[in-house]
C-alpha cells in the first residue's frame, strides 16, 4: 500500500511537469490518459484505506493509512489543478480541429464538453492548486462528524423486554425502536437521541463549519448558492429539488392518514414519534439470516436477466460484503467501487427484512457500477449520485413486489412486506425530503449571515417534523435534535433530495419492468449501463421517466395511496 501511494505521488508529479502546455491534440491526449489512468490507481488505494478505516474506525493504524491516502489524494488534486483552467483556455476553433484530428480525443470529448460548460466557475491554475490543498481543511469536519458518531458515541444500555440490561447500539437500535413494548422503545428513542442532544452545541459548530465551508468554495467558484454549486456540474436544474419539495407538500396527507393508520391498529391515544416504527403484523415476520437475505434477492432480481445475474452471483458468492456488526465499525451501509475490481458493500446485518432491503438496495448500486464499468471507459463508469439511487431503490420496489407474489396467501406476511414498501416511500419521498428541506433551509441561513447554533437548527427540525409528522402525532423534546445531528448525509452537501427523487422515478421502472411491459427491462439495463456518458435528465428520459415535472412524483406517490389502500383491507380482515 505504501508502494502504491508513492507510484501515485510519482505519476501526479509527472502529469503536473506538463502544466502550460496543452497547446496541442497530442499533449492534451497524453494528459488526459494520464490523469483518467491515476484517478483508476488512487482510486484503488483509498478505497482499499476507506474500507480498512471503516471497518474498524477505532483502530490507530487503519486511520493513518486512511489519512495517509487522503493526503495523496489532495496531491493528485493539486497536480492535476492545472487540467480543467487549461482546457477552458483552448480557443474553440483549435479544439474543434483537436478532435477532427486526434481520434484518441474522441472518447473525452464529453468530459471535455462538461468542463467547458462549467467555464465561468473554473478559476485560474493557481487559484484550482490552491483550493485543491485547502480542500481537506474545508472539508474536515466531515471526518470529524463519522469518527465522533462511529467510534465515540456512547447510548447507553437499556432494559429490554425481559428487563435485562442491554447495550443500545446504531446496529440494533432499529430492534428496539419496533418493540411491541412501549416503554422499550419509549427507553431506547430516548436513549439514542441524549448524546445528540447533550453534544448538541459540538453538532452545530461542526455542521456549521461544514456549511460555511461549502458556501465559501460555492461563492470563490461564482455560483449563486452551495445548492446550484451541487447541482449544476451534474446538470440537475434547481426547479427538480423545488418541485420536489412543492409536491410532496400536496400529497403530506398521504403521510398523515398513514400515521394515523398505525395509531387506530395499534390502539394508542397518544401516538408518539418512537411508537411509528412498530410492524403491525408483528416483529418476528419473515426474519431472516444473511444467507436467506441473500437468496430472496437472488430470487427477486433474477427477472433482471442473465448479465445482471452474473454479476450479482458474484457479489454474493465472492465475498464482496461485509455483513457483520462490529463495535468501532462505521454504522449504517453503503457500496462502493473500484473501476478496474469489484465493488465492496458494507452493512451491519440484523435478521430483520430490513436488512435484506438494505442488502437489495446496496446491490443495486454495486451492480449500476458493475454494469457500467463494464460498458463504459473509467471517465463514464461512475453515474452521478441522481441516477445512482434509482438503481438502488428499484430493486426494492422489485423485492417487494416478488415477496408480495411469494407471500400472496399468508395475510399476515402480506401486511408486513406491504409495511416494509410504505416505509421505503415514508423514508425515502417524505423523510428525504424533509431533510432536503432543512438542509437547504440551513445553507440559507448560513449564506445570510447567521451562525447554525443548535437552538436555530433545533427550531428548523421542529417546525418540519410537526409539519411532516403532522397533527396526530407528538414529539420527544430531545428528538429535534437527534434528526439533524445524526444523519452523515448532511456532510454530502445537497444529497438527501436524490433519494426522494430517485425512489419517485424507480417506483415506476419497476412497476414497468415486474409487469413485463415492452422494452422496459431493455431500456432499464440500458440506464444502468451509462453511467455518466450523458446528461442525467436524459438518461432517465431513455429509461422512460421524464423528470423535468411533477408527473414521476405523482405517479409513485398513487402507488403509495394504494399500497394504503391495501393495508386497510387487509387489517379489516383480519380483525
Excluded: C
Aim: charged share 20%; glycine share 4%.
Amino acid at each position: 500500500m505504501q508502494a502504491d501511494l508513492t507510484t501515485i505521488k510519482d505519476l501526479a508529479q509527472q502529469i503536473g511537469a506538463m502544466k502550460g502546455q496543452l497547446t496541442s491534440a497530442a499533449n492534451l491526449v497524453q494528459v488526459l490518459v494520464a490523469a483518467r489512468d491515476l484517478d483508476i490507481k488512487l482510486e484503488k488505494a483509498y478505497v482499499y484505506a476507506f474500507l480498512r478505516r471503516d471497518s474498524d474506525t477505532t483502530k490507530a493504524d487503519a486511520n493513518q493509512l486512511f489519512g495517509q491516502a487522503a493526503k495523496t489524494l489532495e496531491v493528485v488534486q493539486t497536480q492535476t489543478a492545472y487540467i480543467e483552467p487549461e482546457v477552458m483556455q483552448i480557443a474553440e476553433a483549435d479544439l474543434a480541429a483537436w478532435l477532427d484530428q486526434e481520434p484518441k480525443l474522441a472518447e473525452f470529448k464529453v468530459m471535455v464538453t462538461r468542463m467547458r460548460a462549467q467555464k465561468a466557475h473554473i478559476l485560474s491554475a493557481t487559484e484550482e492548486a490552491l483550493l485543491s490543498r485547502v480542500s481537506r481543511t474545508l472539508n474536515g469536519a466531515d471526518e470529524i462528524y463519522n469518527t465522533l458518531n462511529d467510534a465515540d458515541l456512547d447510548f447507553g444500555k437499556i432494559k429490554n423486554e425481559a428487563g435485562q440490561l442491554v447495550q443500545l447500539t446504531h446496529g440494533n437500535r432499529s430492534q428496539f425502536a419496533e418493540s411491541a413494548d412501549r416503554r422499550v422503545r419509549e427507553a431506547a428513542a430516548r436513549a439514542f437521541a441524549k448524546p445528540y442532544h447533550d453534544l448538541r452545541n459540538t453538532f452545530a459548530q461542526m455542521f456549521n463549519t461544514y456549511v460555511g465551508g461549502r458556501n465559501t468554495t460555492a461563492q470563490l467558484r461564482h455560483y449563486q448558492s452551495a445548492r446550484q454549486a451541487a447541482l449544476q456540474p451534474h446538470e440537475i436544474d434547481e426547479s427538480v429539488y423545488d418541485t420536489l419539495i412543492e409536491t410532496v407538500h400536496q400529497h403530506l396527507d398521504l403521510a398523515h392518514r398513514w400515521y394515523q393508520i398505525k395509531q387506530q391498529a395499534l390502539g394508542i391515544k397518544d401516538m408518539s414519534q418512537f411508537d411509528l416504527n412498530v410492524p403491525l403484523a408483528g416483529n418476528d415476520v419473515l426474519k431472516t439470516t444473511f444467507a436467506e437475505g441473500k437468496q430472496l434477492t437472488l430470487d427477486a432480481l433474477s427477472i433482471l436477466g442473465p448479465e445482471y445475474m452474473d454479476g450479482l452471483t458474484r457479489e454474493m458468492n465472492e465475498r464482496w460484503i461485509d455483513a457483520a456488526e462490529n463495535k468501532g465499525k462505521r454504522s449504517g451501509g453503503y457500496q462502493v467501487s473500484v473501476y478496474d475490481g469489484n465493488p465492496f458493500i458494507l452493512l451491519n446485518w440484523t435478521d430483520k427484512l430490513y436488512s435484506t432491503f438494505v442488502l437489495a438496495h446496496e446491490s443495486g448500486h454495486a451492480m449500476h457500477s458493475w454494469l457500467s464499468q463494464h460498458h463504459q471507459p473509467a471517465q463514464y463508469a461512475e453515474a452521478p449520485i441522481f441516477l445512482a439511487e434509482v438503481a438502488s431503490t428499484f430493486n426494492e420496489n422489485i423485492l417487494t413486489e416478488h415477496l408480495l407474489e411469494k407471500y400472496h396467501d399468508n395475510p399476515q406476511a402480506q401486511l408486513y412486506i406491504l409495511e416494509e414498501s410504505i416505509n421505503g416511500f415514508i423514508g425515502s419521498i417524505y423523510r428525504q425530503t424533509q431533510f432536503a428541506e432543512f438542509e437547504h433551509q440551513a445553507y440559507t441561513a448560513e449564506q445570510a449571515g447567521e451562525t447554525l447554533t443548535a437552538d436555530l437548527l433545533d427550531q428548523i427540525s421542529t417546525d418540519l417534523l410537526k409539519q411532516y409528522y403532522g397533527p396526530n402525532v407528538s414529539l420527544l423534546p430531545e428528538a429535534a435534535t437527534q434528526s439533524w445531528a445524526y444523519v452523515p448525509h448532511f456532510y454530502m452537501n445537497y444529497y438527501v433530495y436524490q433519494y426522494a427523487t430517485s425512489w419517485a422515478a424507480s417506483a415506476s421502472l419497476a412497476q414497468a419492468v415486474w409487469q413485463h411491459e415492452d422494452g422496459a427491462l431493455e431500456r432499464y439495463l440500458g440506464f444502468l449501463k451509462s453511467g455518466s456518458s450523458q446528461a442525467p435528465i436524459a438518461t432517465m428520459q431513455a429509461a422512460g421517466i421524464d423528470m423535468t415535472n411533477s408527473q414521476y412524483l405523482t405517479t409513485a406517490l398513487q402507488l403509495f395511496e394504494r399500497r394504503l389502500d391495501q393495508v386497510e383491507s387487509l387489517l379489516a380482515k383480519m380483525k
